[in-house]
C-alpha cells in the first residue's frame, strides 16, 4: 500500500509538470518565437510604467508635489497592471483551450492557474526591475521598507488572483461579463490609488475610494515606499476578508462548472 505521503508527492510532481507545461505553451502561443519572444512578458508592463512616468513628468506633475513622480508612478500603476491583468487573462480563458481538457491531468482549474502565474510573474518582473534602473540611474531612492512593499504587492497579487478565477468563471457562464469588465476596469482605474493619495482627499471621498479593496493594497506598498514621507490610510484585515471572499466564490464557482465543460 503507497504511503500518503508519497501519493501527495507525486501528485504534486504532475501538478508541476502540468503547470508548467501550460505556462510554455501560453508564452509560445502569446510571444511566439521571433522578435524578443517571451521577453514581452515584462517588457509590455515596462513599457506602459514607463511612458506614463514619462508623461507625467512632462507635463509638469512633479513639481506639485514633494514626492519623487517616477517613484509614484512605479508605485502606482504598476499595482494597476497588476490586478487588471491577471482578471482581463482569465476572461474567457476556457474556450480556446477546451481540447487540452482530453489530457487526463489537464483541468480546468490548471488553466486558470497558468495564465494567473504567467500574469503575476510578468509584472513582479517588471517592477523589480524597473525599481532597480530607477535607483541605480538616481531618480529614485529605495525602499524605506522593503518587506512592507513585498506585503503590499503581494496582497495585491491575491486579490487580482480571486478577482481572475471569479471573472473567468463568471465569462464562461454568460458572455455579457467579457463585455463588462473592459469598461469597468477602465472606471475602476481612478478610483484604485494610482494616482493620488487617499490623505490628500476629502474625508468623504476617503471612504468611497477605501470601498475598494485595491486602494488599501496600494496605499500599504506606497507607505512602505515612501515612509514617513506620506500618511497613509488603509485596513489590510479589511483587505484580506475581500481577497479571500473572492477566491473562496472563485473557487466554489470553478466547482459549480466542472461537470459542464467538456472538450471539444
Known amino acids: ?15 508541476r509538470r502540468v503547470i508548467g507545461a501550460l505556462l510554455m505553451r501560453e508564452i509560445l502561443t502569446r510571444y511566439g518565437r521571433h522578435n524578443i519572444g517571451f521577453l514581452w512578458l515584462f517588457a509590455e508592463p515596462m513599457m506602459f510604467t514607463l511612458g506614463i512616468a514619462a508623461l507625467w513628468t512632462a507635463a ?58 504567467l500574469e503575476a510573474g ?49 465569462s464562461w457562464k454568460s458572455e455579457v461579463v467579457e463585455k463588462v469588465w473592459h469598461p469597468a476596469a477602465y472606471l475602476l482605474f481612478p478610483a484604485s490609488g494610482a494616482a493620488f493619495l487617499v490623505d490628500a482627499l476629502p474625508p468623504v471621498a476617503q471612504q468611497v475610494v477605501l470601498v ?30 475581500c481577497n479571500a471572499a473572492l477566491s473562496i466564490a472563485g473557487l466554489l464557482l470553478l466547482r459549480s462548472i466542472a461537470n459542464e465543460v467538456r472538450p471539444e
Open 1 to 15: 500500500m503507497t504511503a500518503p505521503g508519497n501519493d501527495l508527492a507525486a501528485s504534486w510532481a504532475v501538478q
Open 60 to 117: 509638469g506633475a512633479h513639481r506639485l508635489s514633494s514626492l519623487p513622480i517616477v517613484a509614484f508612478a512605479l508605485t502606482g500603476y504598476s499595482m494597476v497592471l497588476l490586478w487588471r491583468s491577471m482578471p482581463s487573462r482569465c476572461i474567457s480563458a476556457i474556450e480556446p483551450n477546451l481540447t487540452l481538457l482530453y489530457h487526463r491531468n489537464v483541468k480546468i482549474a490548471d488553466v486558470f492557474f497558468a495564465r494567473l502565474i
Open 122 to 170: 510578468g509584472t513582479t518582473i517588471s517592477f523589480v526591475i524597473l525599481t532597480l534602473a530607477f535607483w541605480l540611474a538616481g531618480w529614485i531612492k529605495p525602499p524605506e521598507d522593503l518587506l512592507q512593499v513585498a506585503g503590499g504587492w503581494l496582497m495585491m497579487a491575491w486579490f487580482g488572483a480571486g478577482l481572475g478565477l471569479t471573472m473567468g468563471v463568471l
Open 212 to 241: 475598494l479593496p485595491m486602494v488599501h493594497a496600494t496605499e500599504y506598498l506606497r507607505e512602505g515606499f515612501f515612509g514617513s514621507f506620506i500618511n497613509a490610510h488603509y485596513d489590510m484585515a479589511y483587505m484580506a476578508t
